[in-house]
């Protein structure tokens, strides 16, 4: 249904808008059809409120993989709260899970990539694929100078893995004009930010970064791969 040409008409219809004004315009474009899938970080948080402000009509998930902070889970119950909106969450799927752990061990993926890239998938993978399916616009909150993968992003561009058309609105946000927003309008964020954790995802996969170290040194740290889970591979 989406060719190129698409694309390319909505990357003119939001070109010079600002994320919250191009999040209502394609949410009145493709009305049920536009999802946003957060992680609770802070540029996900500045999403949320920029939906909620705009009441663009856009739906919001979340993926518990099952191995999340309990600071990322409470900050959830906070965001619902203080926004007044629903953010679904969705789940492995158990047998999943439990031939996963049975193969691997509970932290099996320590031990190689493979079974790294094999958790991902059983926890966040798949269940988003569940969240996506039907839709037709997934917004997400990834920034270009996060990694070297996502400085190649459009802000609107096809996914191919997920046969989706993804919209990046911060994707030319610096770190410094978020933390700004975030201030400027008391987003609510994770607590474990100002202790060092700038990308955070599941618990045993997540430590601080040190000083100088790039902004996803700490996910995956014991790994010399790249720092995807596979999410938004390209």
């Not at 158990?94 to 890239?117: D, M, Q, T």
């Amino acid at each position: 249904m989406h060719t190129q040409i698409d694309i390319h008409s909505l990357q003119e219809q939001v070109r010079g808008l600002s994320p919250a004004d191009a999040l209502v315009l394609l949410g009145d474009l493709f009305p049920g059809k536009v999802t946003f899938s957060t992680s609770l970080g802070q540029e996900d948080q500045v999403i949320t409120q920029m939906i909620a402000q705009s009441k663009a009509q856009v739906s919001i998930f979340s993926l518990d993989t099952g191995r999340l902070f309990s600071e990322t889970l409470d900050l959830l119950a906070r965001t619902e709260s203080k926004y007044k909106l629903h953010i679904k969450v969705l789940y492995p799927e158990r047998p999943s899970v439990e031939n996963l752990v049975a193969n691997v061990g509970i932290n099996g993926f320590y031990e190689s990539v493979e079974n790294r890239k094999m958790c991902c998938y059983v926890r966040k993978v798949e269940p988003l694929k569940r969240a996506l399916k039907g839709q037709q616009i997934w917004v997400t909150g990834l920034r270009a100078e996060q990694s070297a993968n996502r400085a190649g992003m459009e802000k609107i561009e096809w996914d191919e893995a997920n046969k989706i058309i993804k919209f990046n609105p911060l994707l030319d946000w610096s770190y410094d004009e978020m933390i700004a927003y975030i201030q400027n309008h008391q987003i609510p964020y994770n607590p474990l930010h100002d202790k060092g954790f700038i990308s955070i995802g599941c618990a045993p996969c997540t430590r601080a970064i040190l000083p100088g170290e790039d902004a996803r040194a700490g996910r995956w740290w014991w790994e010399d791969s790249k720092k995807e889970c596979g999410l938004h591979a390209k």
